[in-house]
């Protein structure tokens, strides 16, 4: 498979960790757009929000009971941003379900 997080998630192409755990993996996006900026993604494929099924929706649970932690300690006391891009429309770059989290500075009220 060419999927660059499938190959982050195998340690075949390096990142920057912030969380790692037997599910998923958090890293720092290589081209941010905050101060903080990580990407969350589950270690086995699921291409997008759209590509959910019963039997892979637990992992996405637990990505949203952790990034709480990984906010944490990313020393983001003040709020943050979690974002997934679905399809073409919405520039979703690499077809791998991921979340954004942003923050560590004031965020623009509009997203565009």
């Not at 075949?12 to 996006?29: C, G, H, M, N, Q």
Request: glycine share 6%; hydrophobic share 40%; aromatic share 6%.
């Amino acid at each position: 498979m060419d999927c660059i997080f499938c190959m982050i998630a195998e340690g075949k192409i390096p990142s920057t960790k912030v969380y790692e755990d037997d599910k998923i993996l958090a890293f720092r996006d290589i081209n941010p757009q905050a101060k903080v900026h990580v990407l969350v993604i589950p270690k086995a494929h699921i291409g997008s929000v759209d590509e959910l099924k019963e039997e892979n929706v637990d992992v996405v649970s637990h990505i949203f009971v952790t990034i709480p932690k990984i906010a944490k300690s990313l020393g983001l006391s003040s709020g943050y941003r979690v974002i997934s891009n679905v399809g073409p429309d919405a520039c979703q770059s690499v077809h791998h379900i991921h979340f954004h989290i942003l923050g560590g500075e004031q965020l623009a009220e509009k997203m565009c």
